[in-house]
DNA sequence: CAGTGGTCTAGACCACTCC
DNA sequence: GAGTGGTCTAGACCACTGG
């Protein structure tokens, strides 16, 4: 474990307990330091931690606060941090996957510059229908260079594909641009996710790259709106 | 201007402007340290603003690379540092708003908690149509506890009240936690934002709290479908 | 092995706030 | 002036990668 993810846990400890009260700074920079032995410059790297994740805010010239709304309504650690896939968010259901679509076709020129490649590099087109314990959660329509991610199988879809990605492939999923909309459902939505025709879609349009930078994946999830809520932490800047 | 900063905007020029190439690494910590005559550390946190941005990832014993769906798609600079608030989103348009309802109450339950504070606290209640350009875009509704936001006037509805608070009451807003989700119309929805009954509505809950750590808004903002998409950038750790 | 990024140190000075 | 966080330094050692 490394020393300032260490003191973050522990500090992270101490103000859910509330053992830190929220109306007075938590104690200075150079004080913590001394209590955990550490130099300055990683107790800042500790409390950075939880600053990003929205749970304490500096203020110069006064000291590190806390930030009530965190602790009252426990929305630490979502945002940037957060794993991808359904398969990691949701640990304890039971997922299930109906493949609507499985092929291997020339990509548009809009799905080729996202993944920035040529519209001659062919890629994996996959409509997937996730279940989370026995319901419709969300349709998935996915692109990703055959090349790259190579050896699919529908045993593989059935399951999780970044988990083969990462388990299997050996690569390293280092993270991904999102846009998340609001738009109405089509027939496709309404066949699959079992929904109306009027109930709204939450769509995530996202590219997902590795850590050499080479996109790898350009998706659209079609949640059901009322499965489903994205979750962000803003910080700004003094 | 803080070195990290400059330096920082300086690389990102290199990489916008392709004087990089995105299939080797960019030049390693230590020669760019030695080139902009910084420290090592210096040299990481400026590389670590364009990480956070999702423009660069590392690649430990590698090297660090250049997110290539990053600069095709020119996604930068989304996401957590944003500032908050239609007047400053949208700079270059004509914004109007109107008030639906102005009126000073107790909080309920949720409303209290959200806000820190009881429910036997004053509380503005705000809702407010936001126009664009003549267009309808968003109907907000925000609680504001009357005694931290005080001396709103109809005429501060009427243009931006985070700027109130900013400059006139000298308050620093620190950040926000969100929900994002999509919902169907109600009926305040479609007299307001003049939609359809099947037009969905991306709503956006927002807790914004000072650089004290207090929050200050519990909003509700409801987008017309059409006008609004919400961006993330994620980054995992290793 | 050499080269990369990741962590950590023990200090320094600066910017800001309050008294 | 005293106390806070913000930046910056010039190193050190570690972890991981490739040849």
Same mark, same amino acid.
């Given at each position: 474990?490394?020393?300032?993810?260490?003191?973050?846990?522990?500090?992270?400890?101490?103000?859910?307990?509330?053992?830190?009260?929220?109306?007075? &700074?938590? &104690?200075?920079?150079?004080?913590?330091?001394?209590?955990?032995?550490?130099?300055?410059?990683?107790?800042?790297?500790?409390? /950075?931690?939880?600053?990003?994740?929205?749970?304490?805010?500096?203020?110069?010239?006064?000291?590190?606060?806390?930030?009530?709304?965190?602790?009252?309504?426990?929305?630490?650690?979502?945002?940037?941090?957060?794993?991808?896939?359904?398969?990691?968010? +949701?640990?304890?259901?039971?997922?299930?996957?109906?493949?609507?679509?499985?092929?291997?076709?020339? &990509?548009?020129?809009?799905?080729?510059?996202?993944?920035?490649?040529?519209?001659?590099?062919?890629?994996?087109?996959?409509?997937?229908?996730?279940?989370?314990?026995?319901?419709?959660?969300?349709?998935?329509?996915?692109?990703? &260079?055959? /090349?790259?991610?190579?050896?699919?199988?529908?045993?593989?879809?059935?399951?999780?594909?970044?988990?083969?990605?990462?388990?299997?492939?050996?690569?390293?999923?280092?993270?991904?641009?999102?846009?998340?909309?609001?738009?109405?459902?089509?027939?496709? /939505?309404?066949?699959?996710?079992?929904?109306?025709?009027?109930?709204?879609?939450?769509?995530?349009?996202?590219?997902?790259?590795?850590?050499?930078?080479?996109?790898?994946?350009?998706?659209?999830?079609?949640?059901?709106? /009322?499965?489903?809520?994205?979750?962000?932490?803003?910080? +700004?800047?003094?």
């Amino acid at each position: 474990m490394k020393k300032y993810e260490a003191i973050s846990a522990e500090i992270k400890r101490r103000i859910m307990e509330k053992e830190y009260s929220t109306d007075s &700074p938590i &104690p200075d920079e150079i004080s913590l330091a001394k209590e955990f032995a550490c130099s300055r410059m990683t107790m800042k790297k500790a409390l /950075d931690v939880l600053v990003m994740e929205g749970l304490l805010y500096r203020k110069r010239g006064h000291g590190t606060f806390i930030v009530k709304s965190a602790i009252d309504n426990k929305l630490v650690n979502v945002g940037t941090g957060e794993s991808l896939g359904l398969t990691n968010l +949701l640990k304890n259901k039971k997922i299930e996957s109906k493949i609507v679509l499985y092929e291997v076709m020339f &990509p548009n020129e809009e799905v080729a510059s996202h993944l920035s490649i040529t519209t001659k590099t062919p890629v994996y087109h996959i409509v997937r229908l996730r279940i989370v314990d026995g319901e419709p959660y969300v349709l998935e329509d996915t692109y990703m &260079p055959s /090349d790259l991610i190579s050896g699919l199988t529908e045993e593989i879809l059935h399951f999780s594909i970044y988990q083969y990605i990462k388990e299997k492939l050996g690569l390293t999923i280092a993270g991904s641009h999102r846009k998340i909309r609001a738009c109405k459902s089509n027939e496709l /939505d309404q066949q699959y996710l079992n929904c109306a025709s009027d109930d709204p879609i939450l769509e995530v349009e996202q590219v997902s790259y590795l850590n050499t930078g080479t996109p790898f994946e350009y998706s659209f999830s079609r949640h059901r709106y /009322d499965k489903f809520f994205f979750t962000a932490v803003s910080i +700004l800047k003094p």
